[in-house]
């Protein structure tokens, strides 16, 4: 089972686990919230290893039935709330979604696994995480070690860091992720959980900086920057976040963390004349084109500084590392947005949240 399918990260997870593993059955468990969009998955949408059950994870009973049904052993778990603007302004379905949703899902894996005959024995609950629970580091390199890239600090995020959320979000997924180890150390529930750093790439709602940022280029909109432009993340293009995914849950240790990240730091600022040099290149305007459209704004509440994550362990222990050079996940990912003005256009009108009652309700 893996949750949130049908968003961002989940529906590279879902093509990857179907095409890759014919032998598993994959069952979708998606509330098609408005960052839920079918679409992402069209391609893989009548493989005969692909099953989608539209349900909330916050419904005991309906995910109780799934799990019986499809007599689920893995559970990979990225369904969320995932915005911090969001979470700014409605704090509360962050709650009820990322913490009370986590702590349904691992009741009904607890009941339904330890009744089974075999117990625990070859299940495993993987709860996806963010390095956002670490909070905010310093910026004690604030001008990096080249231009436009980092590090910008001695300090990074390690498996050790104590949690530290700031935002409603992170808050959320600290607390979920504090259910997970909870359910190892008192019920033995074998569990593993990853946090990593920002991820872009195609299919993200462009509510996040990446793609709607190339979307507003495109249309010769306006780019809000929040404050300066000086916080920093730290970028994964999203195929190698499912890559690591894909190696902790078939080769991962139980009970451990793993941090997740792309060693690649940036300023928003200039990431953001980066998307801006791309776009324009690839729509064939001279340089600097866009440059005006970058327009400064308040800044975010409680916007942390900085995050960069150390992805030493995983790297150690399991052989992962980040695949793609950032320029190259950049240039494909402007080409991807630029190529697929459909999904975008049928994402910002809407339509694309009645593709489940014209193909789905009726199968
Ligand atoms: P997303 O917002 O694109 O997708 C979330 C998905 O969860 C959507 O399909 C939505 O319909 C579904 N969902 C929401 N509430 C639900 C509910 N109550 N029941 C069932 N489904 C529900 O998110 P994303 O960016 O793909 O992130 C996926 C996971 O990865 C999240 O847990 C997030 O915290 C984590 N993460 C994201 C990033 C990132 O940069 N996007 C980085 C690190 C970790
Ligand atoms: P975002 O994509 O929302 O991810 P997160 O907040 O989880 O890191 O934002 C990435 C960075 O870009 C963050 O520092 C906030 C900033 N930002 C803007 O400056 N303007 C925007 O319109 C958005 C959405 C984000």
Same mark, same amino acid.
């Given at each position: 089972m893996i949750t949130g399918g049908c968003g961002f990260i989940g529906s590279h997870l879902v093509r990857l686990f179907v095409k890759k593993y014919p032998q598993y059955r994959i069952v979708n468990v998606d509330a098609l919230t408005y960052a839920g969009n079918l679409e992402n998955l069209k391609d893989i949408e009548d493989a005969p290893n692909y099953f989608f059950e539209k349900a909330d994870i916050c419904d005991l009973k309906r995910i109780a039935q799934i799990v019986r049904?499809? !007599?689920?052993?893995?559970?990979?778990?990225?369904?969320?709330?995932?915005?911090?603007?969001? #979470?700014? !302004?409605?704090?509360?379905?962050?709650?009820?979604?990322?913490?009370?949703?986590?702590?349904?899902?691992?009741?009904?894996?607890?009941?339904?696994? #330890?009744?089974?005959?075999?117990?625990?024995?070859?299940?495993?609950?993987?709860?996806? !995480?963010?390095?956002?629970?670490?909070?905010?580091?310093?910026?004690?390199?604030?001008?990096?070690?080249?231009?436009?890239?980092?590090?910008?600090?001695?300090l990074f995020f390690t498996e050790q860091t104590k949690y530290s959320p700031h935002s409603p979000y992170s808050a959320s997924k600290a607390s979920s992720d504090h259910f997970v180890r909870a359910f190892h150390d008192t019920y033995a529930l074998p569990v593993v959980i990853s946090n990593c750093s920002n991820n872009y790439g195609p299919y993200q709602f462009p509510e996040k900086l990446i793609p709607l940022f190339i979307n507003n280029i495109r249309n010769g909109k306006p780019l809000p920057v929040y404050g300066k432009g000086e916080n920093v993340r730290d970028w994964l293009y999203v195929e190698d976040h499912v890559a690591a995914i894909d190696l902790i849950f078939h080769k991962g240790k139980v009970s451990q963390t793993y941090n997740i990240g792309g060693f690649n730091e940036w300023k928003n600022i200039d990431l953001i004349k980066v998307l801006i040099k791309t776009v324009d290149r690839f729509l064939g305007h001279p340089e600097g084109y866009s440059n005006h459209l970058i327009t400064y704004v308040s800044d975010r509440a409680g916007h942390d500084l900085r995050y960069a994550i150390d992805a030493t362990k995983i790297y150690k222990e399991l052989g992962w590392s980040p695949s793609l050079q950032f320029e190259q996940g950049i240039e494909k990912t402007v080409r991807w947005y630029l190529d697929n003005q459909e999904w975008m256009d049928r994402v910002t009108s809407g339509e694309y949240e009645k593709y489940y009652s014209q193909m789905y309700s009726k199968r």
């Open positions: 049904d499809f !007599s689920i052993d893995g559970i990979i778990h990225l369904a969320a709330e995932s915005h911090v603007d969001r #979470s700014i !302004s409605d704090p509360l379905v962050f709650a009820k979604t990322n913490v009370i949703g986590t702590l349904s899902l691992l009741q009904v894996a607890k009941e339904y696994w #330890s009744q089974s005959e075999e117990g625990y024995k070859g299940k495993l609950f993987y709860h996806v !995480s963010t390095d956002e629970v670490y909070g905010a580091l310093e910026m004690t390199k604030p001008k990096g070690d080249q231009f436009g890239k980092g590090p910008y600090g001695e």
